[in-house]
């Protein structure tokens, strides 16, 4: 007979998930041995934290493949799911498919049990898309609700909490295949609307477009490529959003969100432009100057399939569609237009990569980003931890597709790179990975780092050892604030790293670092490679 359990995992198998992350307790055994019947490989981590965070690694690389399953994430009761309550955000905020696995106690058993027992639905629905507690007798039509609303519209995180005698109790439920996904993205647009802003775009001597994290979602890199090309609109994007134009094209401004100096030389563009278009742009990456960047009434043009709510703009004209549709809709019937008039597009570009240059004295933040860049593969995949660092790797780190930088950049939590890194490496082992991440952010998560050892998985891991929480400590110093909590003592990590089986070294020069980057992709485990810029490194840098 099938167990509950049996079923539940049944259903994320044929959704096409492939791997489950966590760590167990008593009250998920059944589940976890489900999935591994199943066919789902569970891989044990250090924190919960980090398991959803490799979820959401597999999920890019397989989402870039074509393949669309949400990521999977496993706790147990009351501290498990306490732990996973900041991935769980993260995957709210920044849009990530998740199913988020929780064990808990039978509803009589909870009336009088208190021991790690609280209301798991009642912590998490302010971060989730939806949350069900399992009941026999409904389980597959409870998983397809589950699957299908973590994956339609703006992708999120939903919570199945699974009582433990529904886990373990027998059901007679049918395994039937999945409802259809309702994907808005396919619609195309219509009407007035649509006739007004192709002829806001038909009259246009300055159109630009900024696209952001729906767009990649909805696989729409290519559509809006050709579009930029062909009608000669530069594009900005949002971290996230990197590498949906090849980044040393012409047209490609690069990624926005964080960096004031890179703010400097984009925001006048946007104030020049009698068009600007939104492609899939979801401000919830962009910092305060990003709000209201133009006066209301500006000629904007919006393409989102999803609702916006979040007022940070106005917007003339809505074109409710899937980008790559509203894309073909829109330039229907338009013949190709010339660059903007004058230089000020290659000005801007010029002045970006100017801001953002290698440090001159040859040894810097800059330059280790810089050196990585030239060094390894093209197609490489980048993580970026939060902090200083982020900022600065986001402008210099050149991504030619899609998904080529993965990052928390709307929660913006720190602790992420590494297990990112990791989840992608152990989905599409044959690409590249390095992670850059801070000491602080490192340090969070050092259990990883035997993680990464068990997985087997060669990523080069880039630390920035500046012994500071260094964003904070310059925005201490620019308050004129006491130097209070912010700066800590040296950790020896490439010693660590060989403590967990793999391969680590100081490196204080652009020299060492080429030499341990090449060596690395021929290693057959983990490299670190300890990158020693001193404090203070990141001033005026961003």
Not at 125 to 136: H, N, Q, T
Not at 292 to 297: C, I, S, T, V
Request: aromatic fraction near 6%; proline fraction near 7%; hydrophobic fraction near 45%.
């Amino acid at each position: 007979m099938t167990s509950g359990a049996d079923l539940i995992a049944a259903k994320l198998r044929q959704a096409g998930c492939r791997h489950a992350f966590g760590i167990p307790g008593g009250e998920v055994l059944a589940l976890m041995g489900a999935l591994d019947a199943a066919g789902i490989a569970f891989h044990l981590v250090k924190h919960e934290n980090a398991g959803g965070f490799m979820a959401e690694g597999v999920w890019h690389a397989e989402a870039r493949a074509g393949q669309g399953a949400p990521g999977v994430l496993l706790a147990t009761l009351g501290p498990g799911v306490a732990n996973a309550v900041n991935v769980v955000a993260n995957a709210w905020q920044d849009r990530v498919p998740l199913i988020f696995l929780t064990g808990c106690v039978d509803a009589a058993e909870a009336e009088t049990y208190t021991h790690q027992v609280f209301d798991h639905q009642q912590l998490l629905r302010p971060v989730v898309k939806a949350s069900f507690r399992a009941s026999s007798g409904t389980l597959s039509a409870m998983m397809d609700k589950a699957i299908l609303t973590a994956m339609e519209g703006q992708p999120g995180p939903v919570h199945v909490d699974m009582p433990i005698g529904v886990a373990e109790a027998e059901t007679d439920e049918s395994l039937l295949p999945l409802p259809a996904l309702a994907d808005p993205s396919y619609l195309a647009p219509a009407g007035a609307g649509l006739e007004a802003a192709r002829a806001l775009l038909a009259g246009a001597e300055r159109p630009i477009a900024i696209a952001g994290v729906d767009a990649v979602n909805e696989g729409a890199g290519t559509a809006v490529a050709e579009f930029c090309r062909r009608f000669n609109v530069p594009l900005v994007t949002t971290y996230k959003a990197k590498g949906l134009i090849d980044e040393a094209d012409a047209l490609s401004l690069g990624g926005a969100g964080l960096s004031p100096r890179a703010d400097a030389h984009l925001l006048p563009l946007l104030k020049a432009s009698d068009c600007i278009l939104l492609l899939g742009y979801d401000p919830i990456e962009m910092r305060i100057n990003w709000r209201d960047p133009w006066a209301p009434g500006a000629p904007v043009v919006e393409i989102a399939a999803s609702p916006r709510r979040h007022g940070m703009h106005s917007v003339r004209h809505l074109l409710a569609c899937g980008v790559a549709p509203g894309l073909a809709a829109l330039g229907e019937g338009l013949s190709p237009r010339p660059a903007w008039p004058g230089d000020e597009v290659a000005s801007a570009r010029a002045a970006l990569a100017a801001q953002f240059a290698p440090e001159p004295s040859g040894w810097g933040p800059a330059n280790v980003f810089h050196t990585l860049r030239a060094v390894l593969p093209p197609e490489t995949v980048a993580t970026a931890d939060s902090g200083a660092h982020r900022i600065l790797a986001s402008q210099v780190w050149r991504a030619g597709f899609p998904r080529a930088m993965l990052q928390s950049s709307a929660l913006c939590t720190m602790a992420c790179a590494l297990p990112l890194g990791m989840g992608h490496a152990l989905a599409e082992p044959q690409r590249p990975v390095i992670v850059f991440v801070g000491d602080a952010g490192l340090e969070m998560g050092l259990g990883e780092l035997a993680t990464l050892r068990d997985l087997r998985l060669p990523v080069i891991v880039c630390v920035l050892v500046d012994e500071s929480l260094a964003l904070i400590e310059l925005k201490q110093r620019a308050g004129q604030r006491a130097n209070v909590g912010v700066d800590f003592g040296g950790t020896d990590f490439p010693a660590l790293a060989r403590a967990t089986g793999g391969h680590g070294v100081w490196v204080d020069d652009t020299e060492t670092l080429a030499r341990e980057a090449r060596a690395a992709l021929d290693r057959d485990t983990y490299t670190l490679l300890a990158c020693r810029i001193g404090r203070r490194a990141y001033d005026g840098k961003f």
